[in-house]
Every structure is written in structure tokens, then in C-alpha cells.
């Protein structure tokens, strides 16, 4: 990708992302948000970060068809993990220790 | 010069969250490196956006080279729930001139917005102090991620691949996938996205993943509105 390309992608982004944050602040007296557009907005987040975590996780194990791939195994305990304790540290060291021993093993 | 006590108990409030901050930081950093941006650009997107799941994001689109239009529609879907806090921020009527309006939607990210709000509902305080408290909050974050990012530009580099560190930014995402899930359709919501986004992987220019993310979302309005109607349907 080139340098002027990822300039636009950055001044877009910013751009976008700065109204996001901007809106209602801006509004702020003048418009509530629509409660239908809030309920749906709810709903990305789950979805958005599950479509970009899943495919890490699963699709090594889908590819071989092994259900034992280390990456498997270490997404399953990290994702228990954080639903326990819910400290994003942990995760990340549960997580990454289990890969690495598990690859440790399998040499 | 003395700090305005609402911006000192906003700071102490957010202190606790920078250690979450620092892998988080340290590999937005790694990832934009890894990706293809110069150093400058890598500390520009932390400066100008402080959005790191939408940062991290655009880094792994960009390694697999989706055309640009596809990795600023990824930082848009991302960071559209920052509409939900500016709404829930702008209820509790801060006292913001306009540039101070901007910083504060600038900095308006998940933690800052999630600190205040509880704050405001259980303390009494001036416009003035909530603002001054809001700023307490979003200024050690700023600090550190704009820190951790650039700890992790230098790094970026020297990080041997047989580390797996790209699995670490997973690890990230499974930390903030797992507190949104807050109901039963916003489960089905995840699932289904997620399920559906490791067939759709193939798809070219990641169209698979927005697909995903679609059906997710609409599969969790759908159950929501059968749930609600069945709660009616048995408590007329």
C-alpha cells in the first residue's frame, strides 16, 4: 500500500470517527438519539469483534482439520479465561502461554 | 499550579486501567509497523484516532492487502458505537467550550466514557467539575496509549516471527469481544458473525467479513425482538 494511500485512509478515519464521537455532544440539548438506532448500534460491537477474532482462532484448525491446532486450543482458554476473570492481561498471558507451550510440545 | 480536584480523582480513577493499556498499546504499535506504515504514520493513527480495535483492525486488512476503501469502512463499523457514548455523554451536560467540546469528543473511548458516566451517578457535581472530571479520566489513558504505541513502533521491528505475536492481537480482541456480550441475542449476535466469518474468509476484498458482521447483527436484532415479544406475550 502506498505512503498517500494510508494518509487517506488515516484523514478519512479520523474524519469518520471524530463525528462519531462529536454527534450527540454537538447536538447535545437540541436531539436525544433515536432509541431504534441505539439498539442496533448495540449490536455491533458483539458481532464486529467476533468476526475479527474467530477466523484467528478456528480457521487453522478447519484448514488441517485438526482439532488438537494450538491455535484452537489456546482461543478456547483464553476466551474462558477472560469470561471468568475478565482481566484483559490474564487473557493475554493465559492465552499466549498455552500457544507456545503447546507448540513447544508438539516439536 | 494546582490541579482542579475533579481532574485529580478522574486521574486516580483511571490509573487502574493502564496496565490493560500496555500490550494493547505495544502491539496497535507492532501491528501498524508490521503492516506497512512508516513510524510516522503509526504514531499519527494513535494520535489522530486513539480507536485501538479499529487501529489493529485496519493493520491486519492492510497486511492482507484489502483495498483501501475496505479498510476505512472496517474503522467505520468499528468506531460507530462511539455515536452510542457521545449520546450517553452529551445527557449529562458538561460545561465544554467548543474546543474543549472537540477535545472531549476526541478522547471520548470506551474507558473515559464508562468512568464518568458511573461518576455522574453517583456523585453530585458541578458542569464544570464534570468536565473537569471526564478530562481527569481520558488523560492517563492518552498518555499511555500514545506511549505503549510508540514502545511498540520501536519494537515492531525486532519481534522474532516465531513469537506468533499476530495470535497476541487476537488474544486483544477476545478481551474486548467477551464484556460486550451482554445478553442472549448479543451471544447469537457473536456466534453467528463469528461462525459465519471463518466459511466467508475467502471471500476477496474481506467482503466475507462485513458479510459476518451483517448477519451477526441481524440475527441478534431478530432474536431480540422474538424475545421481547414472547416476555410481552406472557406478562400482558
Known amino acids: 500500500m502506498s505512503q498517500s494511500t494510508i494518509w487517506i485512509i488515516l484523514l478519512v478515519a479520523t474524519v ?12 447535545a440539548g437540541y436531539r436525544q438519539m433515536p432509541e431504534r438506532l441505539e439498539h442496533v448500534l448495540r449490536f455491533i460491537p458483539p458481532a464486529v469483534l467476533s468476526a475479527m477474532t474467530f477466523p484467528a482462532i478456528l480457521t487453522p484448525a478447519v484448514e488441517t482439520a485438526d482439532w488438537h491446532a494450538p491455535r484452537l486450543l489456546a482461543g478456547i482458554l483464553a476466551l474462558i479465561v477472560m469470561w471468568k476473570t475478565r482481566k484483559s492481561l490474564q487473557t493475554l498471558i493465559w492465552g499466549m502461554a498455552s500457544l507456545w507451550l503447546l507448540r513447544w510440545l508438539a516439536v | 499550579m494546582k490541579l482542579p480536584k475533579p481532574f485529580v480523582s478522574g486521574m486516580l480513577a483511571s490509573l487502574p486501567l493502564v496496565p490493560g493499556f500496555v500490550p494493547f498499546g505495544i502491539l496497535t504499535g507492532i501491528s501498524a509497523i508490521q503492516a506497512g506504515m512508516s513510524p510516522l504514520e503509526a504514531q499519527a493513527s494513535s494520535l489522530l484516532l486513539m480507536s485501538g480495535a479499529s487501529q489493529i483492525a485496519a493493520a491486519s486488512m492492510m497486511v492482507d492487502h484489502s483495498p483501501a476503501f475496505m479498510v476505512i469502512l472496517a474503522h467505520v463499523i468499528i468506531n460507530l458505537r462511539y455515536m452510542i457514548y457521545s449520546a450517553g455523554l452529551a ?4 460545561e ?12 471520548l473511548i470506551d474507558q473515559t466514557y464508562a468512568l464518568s458516566h458511573i461518576h455522574y451517578e453517583t456523585h453530585d457535581l458541578s458542569a464544570k467539575e464534570r468536565a473537569q472530571y471526564y478530562f481527569g479520566t481520558a488523560f492517563p489513558l492518552w498518555a499511555s496509549w500514545q506511549l505503549f504505541t510508540a ?6 521491528s525486532i519481534v522474532p516471527q516465531g513469537w506468533e505475536l499476530d495470535f497476541a492481537i487476537t488474544l486483544c480482541f477476545v ?33 466475507g467479513f462485513f458479510l459476518a458482521t451483517f448477519c451477526g447483527v441481524a440475527a441478534g436484532l431478530i432474536a431480540d425482538s422474538w424475545t421481547k415479544r414472547a416476555l410481552r406475550r406472557s406478562h400482558p
Open chain 2, 175 to 207: 478481551s474486548l469481544l467477551v464484556p460486550t456480550l451482554k445478553s442472549r441475542p448479543m451471544i447469537l449476535a457473536a456466534v453467528v458473525a463469528g461462525a459465519l466469518s471463518v466459511p466467508l474468509a475467502s471471500f476477496p476484498f474481506r467482503l
Open chain 2, 151 to 156: 514502545v511498540g513502533i520501536v519494537s515492531g
Open chain 2, 96 to 107: 465544554l467550550s467548543p474546543i474543549k467540546k472537540a477535545l472531549a469528543a476526541h478522547v
Open chain 1, 16 to 27: 469518520a470517527t471524530f463525528l462519531f464521537r462529536y454527534s450527540f455532544l454537538w447536538l
Open chain 2, 91 to 94: 445527557v449529562h451536560k458538561l
